[in-house]
């Protein structure tokens, strides 16, 4: 017989109650749940109120890719809104669970996370909260917040605080109607800030955070439904202000950056040619109006009177870096980026609205951030398509490409379920409107019928395996003709590979290995994104088992890169910034020298996306995007981790300062 424990009744107390009719007296709502703009999911409340309390009983559900991610929870509140229990069960994202329960009586909190039990005391204001889900309670905190005189910082149970903020008001049209909404900013629940909007009663509207995966989620009330894609971009315009002021000095400067007006001239440093692999000692930069006019040894280039003098000695110049698959999910993304060295990104995929409004703060200087080059997703129909840009038919295929390209976006990319034949059309129509196309191979497809459909460039290594011969242990046969033949048809094809190593050694790595190996800098990342990244990987024993294969991709980037296939370095996310220097260092791990790894992420991800005029090194006409290193990177990789200095467009940029407006430590 199975044996029933105390979380067993609850559970089923609380679905039993979720599938009632709320009682007389009570009330419900409901919020649309999306992803990349795709409404992917529900939550519903319940509420009922009684002599005991008010209680709240919400069914929280959306399907990603395929996975569905369930959550439920109960939250009984006094009269007067005071916390008494909160019990939470289910699942946070497809990789990532949560149960908590926290029971409050007098000045003590009991509270349960996982397996572990403990008892709080409880001085002030405090609210139970387990993350970003559900809304209702995040409302419920916010009306709490509201009741208790808006304090600076408010406590949550069972660990953490928030900050929340009134940010203003905003009135948007609603069939003909005005409606006015109250604007709010909490920082604390997720990494960087939530924007959120409520009616004049406190009653949520819109909710725009970050899933337990990174991903941006929109929580929406259901009959605004329509409103989400002007509130999302609003979100992005606002989000980025937010960093546009925390910069300000007290002088209406830039704390953070810092603009000259005249020359700009660094001396002394070490100058990196990436694409000759020369470099010059005791070199001088002259910047003016966001661009290098002049670079060389001190002894040929004279520093202007009146210029402004950076000294690098000691130090190594080195162009700006790319991050080849960006994904700009929140706008502490942009700060995070630069103070990493990172001043261009291929934006590989995201909402319509939200990144042209992220791009347009940035270039306006609104915002804070890197150069942004868009690259559009298409899916294909089907329940494991991704966004709501979905191309069905020759005509859908070809509205999306043209709608893309009239918005500035340089590339399209391909996602898992669109078809052959639509493939096809999406390629010659953006080949035809002079776009380039990446993407994944689409099920069902390889990436040999990818090339041949017209796609210029395959994110993810993955993807290259397939086409190769395969040993008994699914490693590649290196031997077997069908190998060479394959890797010959991405050479002469031209094919650019961005591997994304960084994210399968995430994936295959044992949750019992220090992850300080692959990220040194952990311990300053905000603690919301610690407890996300240190708990991915797998099992000791199951990644023991993915240990050769992925030495197998390693060795795979590497004979690409000897065959002269293009290698462009990309993260998929992974630590904001960092993922940048830690993929760097996996490819000399794979065999690279490291300035063939520097290369990666500069000179040839400009020369890629048809930018190496303007970007991508450091000849004279191309925009002043640079980076101050200590150390040596050419012979020790993890040295472009210490970067001491940012430029750019002639900006300079403190990483400290950066950092510390995106929630890093140091």
Known sequence: MKKTTVSTLLLGCLLHGLAQTPAAGGDSARFFLHKFAQNIGQEVYYRTAGDSGVSYAVRFKFVDRGSPVPLIARILLTPSGEPLRFWIKGNTSRFSTVHDSVSVTGSKAYAKVDDSSFTQEIKGPAFPVAGYSPAT????????????????????????????????????????????LQRLVISGLVWGNELVWTDNDGNLVCLITNDAEGDKLEMMLDKYESLLPELIGRAATYGMQLFAASMKGDDGGSAGARGQK????????????????????????????????????????????????????????????????AHFEQAEWGPAYLAAGVTTVRDCGNEFNYINSVKRAIDEGVGVGPHILKAGIIDGPGPMGLGIVRAGTPQEAKYAVRRYKDSGFVQIKIYSSVTAPILKVICDEAHRLGLTVTGHIPEGMNLEQGVDSGMDMVNHIQYVGPILARTKDRLVDWNDPKTAKGLDFIRQHGTVIDPTLGVFEMIFRSVKDSITSMEPAF???????????????????????????????????????????????????????????????????????????LR????????????????????????????????????????????????KDGKVYDPLQLHKIAGFSK
């Open 262 to 325: 005249g020359v700009l001239a660094i001396v002394g440093g070490r100058m990196v040619d990436v694409a000759m692999g020369a470099t010059t000692p005791d070199a001088v930069i002259l910047i003016e109006n966001g661009k290098i006019i002049k670079a060389g040894p001190k002894a040929a280039v004279a520093v202007p009177a009146g210029a402004k003098i950076i000294h690098a000695e000691g130090r190594t110049i080195l162009p700006g870096l790319w991050d080849m698959h």
């Open 523 to 597: 311990g300053t990342l905000p603690q919301p994104l610690q407890v996300l990244f240190v708990t991915m990987g797998m099992p000791p024993a199951q990644a023991e088992k993915f240990k050769s294969y992925f030495k197998d991709l390693e060795k795979q980037v590497k004979v690409l890169h000897d065959m002269g296939v293009p290698i462009v370095a990309g993260t998929d996310m992974g630590f904001p910034g960092y993922s940048v220097d830690r993929e760097l260092e996996l490819y000399v791990d794979a065999g690279l020298t490291p300035l063939e790894a």
């Open 137 to 180: 309670v995040q409302m419920l905190l916010l009306q709490y917040w509201n009741k208790h005189g808006r304090p600076e910082k408010l406590r949550l149970l069972p660990t953490g605080s928030v900050s929340i903020k009134m940010s203003g008001y905003d009135t948007l049209f609603y069939y003909g109607n005005r409606l006015p």
């Open 600 to 647: 990666t992420a500069t000179i040839v991800p400009a020369l890629v996306m048809k930018q190496a005029g303007i970007s991508g090194s450091l000849m004279p006409g191309r925009d002043a995007d640079i980076i101050l290193v200590d150390g040596d990177p050419l012979h020790h990789i993890r040295d472009i981790r210490k970067v001491k200095l940012v430029i």
